[in-house]
T-cell receptor, first 111, second 115 residues
Framework: GEDVEQSLFLSVREGDSSVINCTYT??????LYWYKQEPGAGLQLLTY?????DMKQDQRLTVLLNKKDKHLSLRIADTQTGDSAIYFC???????????FGRGTSLIVHP | SQTIHQWPATLVQPVGSPLSLECTVE??????LYWYRQAAGRGLQLLFY??????ISSEVPQNLSASRPQDRQFILSSKKLLLSDSGFYLC??????????????FGPGTRLTVL
C-alpha cells in the first residue's frame, strides 16, 4: 500500500512563507490532496493537484509536485495566525481512488 | 447543500463495554461513506468504507465493525472496547460516481476515551 511521510511540526513567524513537504511511495497516484484540520474538528480540503501537473497556484497556496521523486509540497504565502492547524498530505492511487493520509504536519504560526 | 452529522461528540467508555457511533449525511444520494480513526501521533487511518447499502470494506483487522443500514447512515460498532480503541473517529463522505476525483467531506468527529 501507499506510504506517506510528513514532518510532524513546522513553526513560522506571521507574515513569512510556510512550506510543508510530503513524500509518498505509489507512483500511480492520480490526485494528490492537501487537507487542513482545525483543532478538535474534522478535515477540510484545502487544495489538490492532478498528477499530470507540476504546479498549481490558488491565491496564497502553491502546490508543487515532483513525480520523479514522489515529492509534494504546499507553500502558504504570508502565513497568518489563522493558518495554524494540522495539514495532511493525501495522495490517491488508481483503483479505489481513496486517499492515503500522512500523519499530518502541525503548523504553528507565532507573532 | 450537503451536511454530515456525527454523534456523540465525546464519549468515555470502560474497557470491555460496547460501542456504537453514528454518522448521517444529508443532501446527497448514494454517497461513498468512510470511517477513519485518528490516534495520537499516528495520523488518519482508514477503518471501513462503503459504496452502497450493506456493502462494507474493512481496511484494518480489529475488534471494530461497520454497518450501513440506510443509504446515508453509517454506523461503527464494537462488542468489547480495548484501551487501544481510544482516539478521534471521523466519518466522511464522497460523491459515489466512481470518479477519479474523490474529494472527501468530513464530519466533526467523535472523541472516544476508553478507560
Amino acid at each position: 500500500g501507499e506510504d506517506v511521510e510528513q514532518s510532524l511540526f513546522l513553526s513560522v513567524r506571521e507574515g513569512d512563507s510556510s512550506v510543508i513537504n510530503c513524500t509518498y511511495t505509489d507512483s500511480s497516484s492520480t490526485y494528490l490532496y492537501w487537507y487542513k484540520q482545525e483543532p478538535g474538528a474534522g478535515l477540510q480540503l484545502l487544495t489538490y493537484i492532478f498528477s499530470n501537473m507540476d504546479m498549481k497556484q490558488d491565491q496564497r497556496l502553491t502546490v508543487l509536485l515532483n513525480k520523479k521523486d514522489k515529492h509534494l509540497s504546499l507553500r502558504i504565502a504570508d502565513t497568518q495566525t489563522g493558518d495554524s492547524a494540522i495539514y495532511f498530505c493525501a495522495p490517491a492511487s488508481g483503483g479505489s481512488y481513496i486517499p492515503t493520509f500522512g500523519r499530518g504536519t502541525s503548523l504553528i504560526v507565532h507573532p | 447543500s450537503q451536511t454530515i452529522h456525527q454523534w456523540p461528540a465525546t464519549l468515555v467508555q470502560p474497557v470491555g463495554s460496547p460501542l456504537s457511533l453514528e454518522c448521517t449525511v444529508e443532501g446527497t444520494s448514494n454517497p461513498n461513506l468512510y470511517w477513519y480513526r485518528q490516534a495520537a501521533g499516528r495520523g488518519l487511518q482508514l477503518l471501513f468504507y462503503s459504496v452502497g447499502i450493506g456493502q462494507i470494506s474493512s481496511e484494518v483487522p480489529q475488534n471494530l465493525s461497520a454497518s450501513r443500514p440506510q443509504d446515508r447512515q453509517f454506523i461503527l460498532s464494537s462488542k468489547k472496547l480495548l484501551l487501544s480503541d481510544s482516539g478521534f473517529y471521523l466519518c466522511a463522505w464522497s460523491v459515489g460516481r466512481g470518479s477519479s476525483y474523490n474529494e472527501q467531506f468530513f464530519g466533526p468527529g467523535t472523541r472516544l476515551t476508553v478507560l
